[in-house]
């Protein structure tokens, strides 16, 4: 991960620990070495919060006729491929499925972690990183392509939701409540996110979907809180739809009977 002073790759059930990327051998090659159909995390952002392990899924394609020993890999990477900062605690790779032995093109898959609990992980390291492919030739040698694919990492949030009275008369007013908050790695804690727009949303008892009510703005404590008129029976929820460093994330639904 950012500013990690260790990693580790396993491929083939073998284990193989690597030095910082700061220490790039005098004879590291590039070239004689292609990835293609890279995909990470099916295209959607990393979500991370401040205590699980997240685990990220990818694959690729790797086309080459050199031998190597190590990886491949494919990782979150800013600054430059090779000596930039990398975020990432582990990654474990798949044997290569044989597409084309005479051309040397092999398929992978990955699953790369991170955990949010490492010293090296901040704030910080939310928002736009790049992805590199590695692979660690014979010789002391490694090849290092940028695969031009950005990533979107992002500080998870929760919320909340409490709708009272329950049950309520039809036509009486309905209080909904809640709270926004939001993954602090620094603190490796949940605070309230203050100045968020968050839709209260309403799905009919018997319905398949929610549709959107009003929209209210949090607290500097991350406080929702709204009235609405009692109608029908059925589900209230809010739901935030993120940003560029903050996931989306609704609530679990609140059951009314309106009688």
Not at 66 to 91: C, E
Request: glycine share 10%; proline share 3%.
């Amino acid at each position: 991960m950012g500013k990690t002073m260790w990693k580790a790759a396993v491929a083939g059930g073998t284990a193989v620990v690597f030095t910082a990327l700061t220490a790039v051998p005098a004879e590291a090659a590039e070239g004689g070495v292609a990835f293609t159909r890279v995909a990470v995390n099916g295209g959607k952002p990393i979500v991370i919060g401040v205590k699980d392990e997240v685990e990220v899924r990818a694959s690729f394609r790797m086309t080459t006729t050199l031998r190597y020993d190590a990886g491949p890999t494919v990782f979150p990477y800013r600054g430059k491929p090779d000596s930039g900062d990398t975020l990432y605690t582990s990654i474990i790779t798949s044997d290569c499925e044989v597409v084309d032995k005479e051309k040397g093109i092999c398929d992978f898959k990955e699953w790369l972690y991170i955990d949010p609990r490492h010293l090296d992980f901040g704030n910080e390291d939310a928002g736009t990183w790049q992805t590199a492919a590695r692979v660690y030739l014979a010789g002391d040698a490694h090849d290092t392509d940028d695969e031009d694919l950005p990533l979107q990492v992002k500080r998870a949030t929760r919320v909340s939701v409490n709708a009272s009275p329950e049950p309520v008369a039809a036509g009486r007013t309905i209080t909904v409540t809640g709270r926004v908050t939001r993954a602090n790695w620094d603190t490796h804690t949940y605070q309230g996110y203050a100045g968020r727009t968050v839709s209260l949303q309403f799905k009919a008892a018997g319905a398949s979907s929610y549709t959107t009510v009003k929209k209210v703005t949090s607290s500097s404590t991350g406080a929702l809180k709204t009235t609405v008129k009692a109608g029908n029976s059925g589900t209230w929820r809010w739901s935030y739809y993120g940003n560029s460093t903050s996931g989306a994330k609704s609530s679990t639904g609140d059951y009314v009977a309106v009688r």
